[in-house]
Every structure is written in structure tokens, then in C-alpha cells.
């Protein structure tokens, strides 16, 4: 009996300890599913760190870093390599198709607030020049 409940216990522990990650291509379809179960030397979970939330694209030679997501509603936006003739900007749409947040890089940081608006899933669009990216941002 004890050790039937030890094990029970040990199990619980263990799975309450994994993380499931899923990872999505450019439409925002589920593409893998995978369960990390990251521990330090200690046996302890280690926790996850913002770089898990970060969506990382790319436009013709530009990498472009998107920064959390799933977000409260703050979207941090960083495209490298922009060159100072390029133009980019961000637009953010809901899902009835309305232009939300419309929003030129400062630089190569792009900041977008849509803490105001509902729970839900929106689209990203990143425009670099005539090229674009699109992709799906989940708010909590």
C-alpha cells in the first residue's frame, strides 16, 4: 500500500512538472506538439523564461523577433538588420477583420499595447518594404 502510494505521488509530481510547447507555421496552423520536462542538477523544474514565448521569423534578410505569446496584451517587436531605406510596420487585426493597432518600427523595436481589447486570438501582419509575414497571436 505505501509504496503504491508513493509511486502515485512520485507521478503526480513528475507530470505536474512537464511543459507542452506547440509550435505553428506561417498561417498559425499546430504543426508539433512536444512535452519538455526541463530539471536542473537539483531534480527541481526550471522555469520557463520569456525566450519560450518568442516567435522567430524571418523576411528576406531581416530576422524578426516576436516577444510574448501568448501576451496580456503588451507585444514587443524586434526586426534585425533593418537597413535605414527600408520601411516596416506592424498591423495587428481582429478576428472580424478590423485593422486594431497600426504601427511604424521605431527603429528596429516595434511596441504594440492592446491590453484594452478582449481575450482572443488576432493576427499579426509585419510588413518589410513590399514583402510580408503574417501570424497568430493569442491573448490571455
Not at 536542473?40 to 519560450?52: F, I, K
Not at 499595447?113 to 491573448?139: H, Q
Amino acid at each position: 500500500m505505501r509504496i503504491s502510494l508513493f509511486l502515485c505521488i512520485s507521478i503526480c509530481a513528475t507530470l505536474s512538472a512537464q511543459t507542452i510547447h506547440f509550435i505553428y507555421d506561417n498561417a498559425g496552423n499546430r504543426t508539433v506538439r512536444y512535452i519538455d520536462m526541463s530539471y536542473d542538477q537539483d531534480g527541481v523544474v526550471n522555469e520557463e523564461d520569456e525566450s519560450g514565448r518568442e516567435i522567430k521569423d524571418s523576411l528576406e534578410s531581416n530576422q524578426i523577433h516576436i516577444y510574448p505569446n501568448p501576451t496580456d496584451g503588451h507585444l514587443s517587436i524586434r526586426i534585425d538588420s533593418l537597413k535605414k531605406d527600408q520601411s516596416a510596420f506592424a498591423l495587428l487585426i481582429d478576428t472580424d477583420g478590423k485593422n486594431i493597432v497600426y504601427q511604424y518600427a521605431n527603429k528596429n523595436d516595434i511596441s504594440i499595447d492592446f491590453s484594452d481589447r478582449d481575450p482572443g486570438i488576432y493576427i499579426l501582419r509585419i510588413e518589410i518594404g513590399n514583402l510580408n509575414t503574417e501570424w497568430k497571436i493569442i491573448k490571455k
